[in-house]
């Protein structure tokens, strides 16, 4: 009787998910330019916190790269985006985040605690300050000049990619490698010791994350005509990934992506209404969801639906 009422409720999901998806194709001919401007925006921040909580959220190893690999994705497209088709460039791009990744988590997966989240944290700093070395020093610039693709391309492609990381990390979850990353945040040691290959899994499934977050950079690229190191490597793409999740609720899979969507919808919001306070607004927001939320949105509906329950069994 379980078994049946959790596959009909995934059925339900799937399906609620594929009807969300269709009425998002149509958008573009039913819906205002703004209103697709902010969709992309929202579909870029559930995209970076889904392939953040892809490895974050089973292993509790929090990383705060997201800047990093969106940064190579939105360099990329700004190196090659006027040489290479634009897919070709994603590609490149997603790729390019895909090895960085692989790279640095060959070298530092073994640190836990703080201690990875400080490493991950100075990498976004050290390719940002880099790349502002090298453009000062042999291109005499601090930014480049992007191709610019039109609204409804942009969309298309950052839904395509969306599409494709949801499916992903859904597979990733319910596979045996899912099990083993969840064993590996329960208990890392006991993980070993059953057999799984916990460095080679983790680095594996971080480079996963880097590669959605190097094509969501190399995309929405496009959107901006001139970036430059400070904007291409902003540190806020790294925190907005966590807070969102724990917004929404990381115990869940639709939790995150919950938490996704409302946190940059109110991002919009208070950048239109309170342009110089909203970031003091969503660190009172954050607080507050912390210390009374702290399953997320998620867990507070739960916690009101056990007690619409419970009511209805004791009236009854």
Known sequence: MNVRATTSKGLYSWGFAILVFIVLAFLPLYGSVYTMILMTAVIMYVALTVSWVMFSGPTGNISLA????????????????????MPVVI??????????????????????????????????????????????????????????????????????ILAALLVAAYLIRQSKYGSALRSIGEDEEASAHAGVNVTVLKTIMFGVSALFMGATGAIMATKWTYIDPYIAFNPLFSFMPVLMAIF?????????????VVFAYLEELLITQFPYYYMLIFGVIMVVAIAYMPDGLVGLAQKWRKRARAENHANT
């Open 66 to 85: 997201p800047a990093a690999f969106l940064g190579v994705g939105i360099y990329t497209a700004a190196v090659l985006g006027k040489t290479l088709p």
């Open 91 to 160: 590609v490149i791009g997603a790729l390019a985040s895909f090895f960085l990744a692989l790279l640095v988590g060959a070298l530092t997966l073994r640190l836990r605690g703080i201690y990875f989240s400080i490493f991950t944290f100075g990498l976004v700093v050290l390719i940002q300050q880099l790349i502002l070395w090298y453009e000062v020093r042999f291109t005499h610039t601090r930014g480049r000049f992007v191709v610019v693709l039109d609204n409804t391309t942009i969309f298309y492609v950052m839904l395509a």
């Open 248 to 260: 929404g609720g990381m115990g869940t899979f639709y939790g995150p992506i919950l938490g996704a």
